[in-house]
């Protein structure tokens, strides 16, 4: 075998170790009278209904292998992905919205992500499929605000050499779902598999952590854009948004130690070093 043709087979392992299609089966598994996921067995007699829900790059892959392993069990879902990203599904809807700048197509994803939620009662099961990009694809617009408010946010962000947990701080603090707020959203369990695309993985700042506790505060999101001279740039109502939050009218997100964060579990199964030890184990 020639060297290029090694090079290519330790290259195509390493893609192949973090496809959904590889994933997703060694952490949702169905059967006989049990769903298995994130380790937790579950009798499926305990199960009232089993939404999907989720957003990233590699969501509609992900609702792909998820229906493929679960089947007619869910009840309803909608997933959110990249525009020309979308694939055929049966169960789960697929939205396309804008990525890395948010459209209203975005807003609308999570809209509809919140009204399948509030569906949902203690004794349902949520699964959430979250990849890189998420926290463009799941972008709503709160009430004092507008998209092109946001849009031009981030947008600001993007060009102003913020790394990606500045960016999301800041995201966290225009949102009602990430930062672990979409839990409030849901008395359900919800299980989230994450596919990162942050470097360290840190899972608050994976699509901005939706369903994980979130450390940051609206006072950390006014240093950021002070920090990147973006104060006078940004539109004005964004600061005053970031402005109530500081002085408690707006609710902070969820924080280490809330009592909704025992209904959730997240994991991590895909990232750069699953990929870089599939390609060390082929080589």
């Known amino acids: 075998m020639s060297a290029r043709q090694d090079a290519l087979k330790i290259f195509q392992a390493a893609v192949k170790a973090v496809q959904p ?3 997703l089966p060694q952490y949702i598994k169905l059967e006989e009278q049990h ?13 009232k209904n089993l939404y999907v829900i989720g957003a990233g790059k590699a969501a509609a892959a992900m609702a792909v292998e998820t229906e ?8 309803d879902g909608v997933v959110t992905t990249k525009y020309h990203h979308s694939l055929p599904t049966n169960h789960i809807k697929i ?7 948010p459209d209203d197509n975005c807003d609308i994803a999570v809209r509809e992500t919140i009204e399948l939620l509030k569906k949902t009662s203690k004794n349902d099961i949520v699964i959430c499929l979250i990849s890189g990009g998420a ?5 709503d617009v709160p009430s004092e605000l507008t998209m092109q408010d946001l849009q031009l946010t981030f947008d600001l962000l993007l060009k102003s050499g913020a790394d990606i947990q500045e960016m999301n701080t800041v995201r966290k603090h225009l949102s009602q779902i990430k930062g672990g707020q979409l839990l409030r959203h849901t008395k359900a369990k919800v299980y989230s598999l994450i596919i990162s695309d942050v470097v360290g993985d840190d899972i608050s700042a994976i699509a ?16 950021i854009l002070s920090k990147y001279e973006l104060i006078d740039k940004v539109p ?9 939050g500081i002085e408690g009218n707006i609710e902070e997100t969820l924080k280490p130690g809330d009592a ?4 959730s579990k997240s994991k991590v199964i895909g990232n750069n070093q699953v990929a870089l030890d599939a390609a060390k184990a082929t080589a």
Request: aromatic share 4%; net charge negative.
């Open 35 to 47: 769903l298995t996921i994130l380790g937790d067995k579950i009798p499926l007699k305990e199960i």
């Open 21 to 23: 299609s590889y994933l």
């Open 260 to 263: 909704q964060l025992s209904n």
């Open 95 to 101: 939205i396309e919205s804008a990525h890395p700048v």
């Open 236 to 244: 004005q109502g964004i600061i005053n948004h970031i402005d109530q």
């Open 68 to 75: 493929k392993i679960l089947g007619d069990i869910i009840t």
């Open 208 to 223: 901005s952590g939706p369903t994980v506790p979130d450390p940051s505060t609206f006072i950390d999101a006014k240093v």
């Open 135 to 139: 926290s463009s694809l799941w972008c």
